[in-house]
């Protein structure tokens, strides 16, 4: 099962595992699983928070934008640094500190600590994206879109059991038994540290190599700024209009069409459990028929179904939340991997920033639909929000990596 090639992308230097070793890649996405779902229990015990602490919208945005912000800020960063010193064993220290995060989100007596708390969890995961993904691109044998799909579908699925937990587990007994989730963060950090051996004993764990004088790079800085910026935009355009299902589609429910919190939370579960369900489609299209259609028809490809929510019934509007996941999902791994090719060599930053940019867009527009939902109501939220998938449009616009990317 071992191979000793660099997770690097430099020409002359890059060397293709033999194979697509799925045990790895099972087990990161079990990782992932298990670090997205503890994340993902912050914002499904929100009408708990709410209730207990008497949060107004605002504060809860500010809650999810203290979480947010932490982890875009500080992934980036970790993913600079570990391109350049590769640090497998960090990645049980960031589920340590998704653990601490946990306990003290369970046991806060006020406000401020539950900002604590939030911003603990958002410095776990920003620890943990970065090296996983980085894991994930050695083990995938040159299939980088399956295997980022592979990756990002258990966090995915580990969002989606987030609600569905709370709904079932929290709900029922209260904020305290969040505790009893540090024992599922204990074996992901059992789980990290094999991981982490694997990554070092097996000869990845090296540093970035340089470009050799005189090879050109792939694409201009012209070429990688707009592709960049692009991709930015298409992450805005994504992420912000996640955050509003994310975090306020529990309300709409409850208030639009008056459901219980637990019903509205396993209808939540759903749309989760769709983005998980496409993600997986993401990666292989993108495989097979290229990155920048993948990015433009998932994006795009959703412009009906938001611009209809907002006037459907209930039925209907679980039905559309469905296709809205299966459909949005479809983009991260085809612009993950696409930077990367954008980036050859930057394996770590750019996982880092693109799942900060996620974080922190997404965190942003909590805060700011926040706002909007106590001035305006929470459903002309979703009014506004419908016209965010136009901004898909730019990605007609990127580099064709696929003609110029590394061997």
């Known amino acids: ?131 996983s993904s980085r894991i994930a691109r050695v083990a995938s044998g040159g299939r980088h879109g399956l295997a980022q799909s592979l990756f990002q579908v258990g966090g995915n699925f580990g969002q989606a059991l987030g609600p569905l937990l709370a709904a079932f587990l929290i709900l029922p007994f209260g904020r305290h038994s969040l505790a009893w989730f540090a024992l599922v963060a204990i ?21 970035r190599q340089r470009r050799p004088a005189g090879v050109a790079p792939p694409f201009s800085r012209a070429e990688v700024a707009r ?20 975090n306020y589609y529990m309300f709409y429910l409850m208030h639009r069409f008056h459901l219980s919190t637990q019903a509205a939370q396993v209808d939540l579960f759903l749309f989760l459990a769709a983005t998980a369900s496409g993600i997986i489609g993401g990666g292989m299209i993108g495989d097979r028929f290229g990155r920048r259609l993948i990015i433009w028809l998932s994006i795009v490809g959703v412009l009906p179904f938001t611009l209809a929510l907002p006037y459907v019934g209930l039925d209907t509007t679980i039905v559309l939340t469905i296709l809205i996941g299966l459909v949005l999902s479809s983009a991260f791994p085809a612009i993950l991997v696409y930077a990367q090719e954008l980036l050859p060599g930057r394996t770590g930053m750019v996982a880092g920033l693109f799942f900060g940019l996620a974080f922190g867009i997404a965190g942003a527009g909590a805060g700011v639909l926040g706002m909007l939902a106590d001035w305006t109501g929470i459903e002309t939220v979703y009014k506004i929000c419908a016209f965010l998938p136009a901004i898909g449009l730019v990605a007609m616009f990127l580099p064709d990596v696929a003609k110029r990317k590394p061997a």
């Open 1 to 131: 099962m071992s191979t000793t090639v660099s997770d690097t992308d430099i020409p002359g230097h890059t060397v293709v595992p033999p194979r697509t070793m799925f045990s790895i890649l099972g087990a990161i996405s079990l990782c992932h699983l298990m670090n997205d779902m503890l994340q993902a229990l912050l914002p499904a015990i929100y009408p708990i928070l709410k209730g207990g602490f008497d949060l107004s919208f605002a504060q809860i945005g500010l809650l999810t934008l203290t979480y947010q912000v932490t982890a875009s800020v500080l992934q980036p960063v970790v993913g600079y640094y570990t391109d350049e010193r590769p640090q497998p064993y960090w990645l049980p220290f960031g589920m340590l500190a998704t653990l601490l995060g946990i306990l003290t989100v369970s046991m806060a007596p006020h406000y401020a600590e539950l900002l604590m708390g939030a911003a603990m969890m958002g410095v776990g995961t920003s620890i943990f994206h970065p090296e």
């Open 187 to 207: 074996a992901g950090m059992a789980l990290l540290s094999g991981l982490g051996h694997w990554y070092k004993s097996n000869g990845h764990a090296k540093p």
């Open 227 to 246: 592709g960049l910026t692009l991709l930015i935009l298409l992450i805005f355009s994504k992420y912000f209009y996640v955050a509003s299902i994310s």
